[in-house]
């Protein structure tokens, strides 16, 4: 995960996989190398996708198989 608008920042690295029940508040990408930040979930559901640039969460999704 990274926020490319801000310039030159290291990506994260995602903790939490599609499926992955999380609270609001919980970390899904720990900082990367140089300069980066965690990112964390401003609500509770399901996590259904993960890729660079975002994480996706859903309240209201069935777990992904």
């Known amino acids: 995960m990274t ?3 801000i ?3 290291g990506a994260g690295k995602p903790v ?3 499926g992955d029940e ?9 900082p990367g190398d140089g300069v980066s930040n965690a990112h964390h979930v401003p609500i509770e559901g399901t996590v ?3 890729d660079d640039g975002r994480a ?4 209201d ?3 992904v198989d």
């Open 7 to 9: 310039g030159v920042v």
């Open 48 to 50: 259904t996708a993960m």
């Open 61 to 63: 999704v069935c777990p």
């Open 16 to 18: 939490v996989s599609p």
């Open 22 to 30: 999380v609270a609001a508040g919980e970390m899904v990408a720990t």
């Open 56 to 59: 996706e969460v859903r309240s």
């Open 3 to 5: 926020n490319g608008g």
